[in-house]
């Protein structure tokens, strides 16, 4: 099994090192670089596990490396460095598509935990969705719900769930970005339309009835909101069959 590919983007030196040293004693496969940019053309041009990126950076802010790579396409999860009690770069970091964030100062154990922890989160996350069936009739398989996008139905034990028109649009939404925090701002992108001039809330609405219609049996697929940000799709382990 090849080692785990970890970029870390950070320019106080020091730091730097104490990163890549304890990374590469876990047996990851540790890169490091200095400055925003740099930072932003490695994780575009080379495959990583993970990106450790620092807010403040030169060049390019740990923001702007986040939003440009999220734009891209790339995937990748990022755990963002933060000031100590900064709730508003916290904030910020999970709206640009961060995974998660660690405070400074840290120690190197909780650094250790949140790495592994983002690692086998998103690696879950990725094995779960499945798409089955031909090119007539795909069907999106996550947990136990059966999605079909061409006829607008979703099954959950096999049993049909009534969802109007947009309550399905969001959770396909949601279904194809499993354990990303999404947030409202985006899902009424996608959903209702730049254009659209109703507020956020009539996307909490939505995504309140559909919750309540996926709780109505006990299932492997929840909605997770994430206070201040928006919403998360989580699929459960246990899983009936």
Known sequence: MSELKVLVVEDEPTLARLLS????LEGYETTVVDHGSQG???ALHRKFDLIILDIMLPGMNGFEVL?????AGIRTPVIILTARNAEEEVVQGLKYG???YITKPFGVAELLARVGAVLRRTSADAGELAI??????KVIAVGDLRIYPEKYEVTLLHEQIPLRPKEFEVLLYLVQRPGTVITRDDLMNAVWGFDYIGGQRTVDVHVSSLRKKLEMNQQSVQ???IRGVGYKLVVQKKQLK
């Open 223 to 225: 909605i997770d909101s």
């Open 132 to 137: 089955e069936g031909d090119s007539d009739e």
């Open 21 to 24: 040293y304890n990374l590469t």
């Open 40 to 42: 932003l053309q490695t």
């Open 98 to 100: 961060a995974d998660d």
């Open 67 to 71: 939003s440009k790579l999220r734009q």
